[in-house]
Antibody, heavy 114, light 112 residues
Framework: QVKLQQSGAELVKPGASVKLSCKTS????????MSWFKQIPGQSIEWIGM????????GYNQKFKGKATLTVDTSSSTAYMDLSSLTTEDSAVYFC???????WGQGVMVTVSS | DVVLTQTPPTLSATIGQSVSISCRSS???????????LNWLLQRPGQSPQLLIY???NLESGVPNRFSGSGSETDFTLKISGVEAEDLGVYYC?????????FGAGTKLELK
């Protein structure tokens, strides 16, 4: 069955970077799209961007350009998101999801604190 | 960016009651390919969002048929015909017609 398994919670210092992973199984990753989302607890959901695993092509929400970088490793069917120059405003739960939005990762809490 | 306005923000219901949630878009969600990419998702406490309805009115596999979606262009509705306890949580409408994809603010369904 389809699974999206995200990496564990992160506690990072302001100014640092973090790389989140989303390991997939149960479907053909190499010809699929993956989206990433941000949700501050108690608030709605924001779309960060998406990546096509076939050629690594990306599309970003303008709000997250320069903040998030999406990549894939088709050999391990894993999608990655790098978040850079972290501030307290980046503290949130981050989700990966297939672009049909039918399968989501479990989410990963990123806490930015000194 | 497309703004999705959901109403009501909170909904109190008894088990078995039928309820509706409205989602209004700041612009038409009809895509040039003829499809309308308006989806409904449920997020239960502490869980990831779950897709309920895609492209306005298509029931996602495994979702009970007490959920239904309708609407067109800028006006959309999710109906639950007979609320069950497992339906509690926050409902979001989401559009994927125009980049960036956007979500409504959510409607919290509570037990009365």
């Amino acid at each position: 069955q389809v699974k999206l398994q995200q990496s564990g919670a992160e506690l990072v210092k302001p100014g640092a970077s973090v790389k989140l992973s989303c390991k997939t199984s149960g479907y053909t990753f190499s010809t699929s799209y993956m989206s990433w989302f941000k949700q501050i607890p108690g608030q709605s959901i924001e779309w960060i961007g998406m990546i096509y695993a076939g050629d690594g092509g990306t599309g970003y929400n303008q709000k997250f350009k320069g903040k998030a970088t999406l990549t894939v490793d088709t050999s391990s069917s894993t999608a990655y998101m790098d978040l850079s120059s972290l501030t307290t405003e980046d503290s949130a739960v981050y989700f990966c999801a297939r672009n049909s939005f039918d399968y989501w990762g479990q989410g990963v809490m990123v806490t930015v604190s000194s | 960016d497309v703004v999705l306005t959901q109403t009501p923000p909170t909904l109190s219901a008894t088990i078995g009651q039928s309820v509706s949630i409205s989602c209004r878009s700041s612009q038409s969600l009809l895509d040039s390919d003829g499809d309308t990419y308006l989806n409904w998702l449920l997020q239960r406490p502490g869980q990831s969002p779950q897709l309920l309805i895609y492209s306005v009115s298509n029931l996602e596999s495994g979702v009970p048929n007490r959920f239904s979606g309708s609407g067109s262009e800028t006006d959309f509705t999710l109906k639950i015909s007979g609320v069950e306890a497992e339906d509690l949580g926050v409902y979001y409408c989401m559009q994927a017609t125009h980049a960036p994809y956007t979500f409504g603010a959510g409607t919290k369904l509570e037990l009365k």
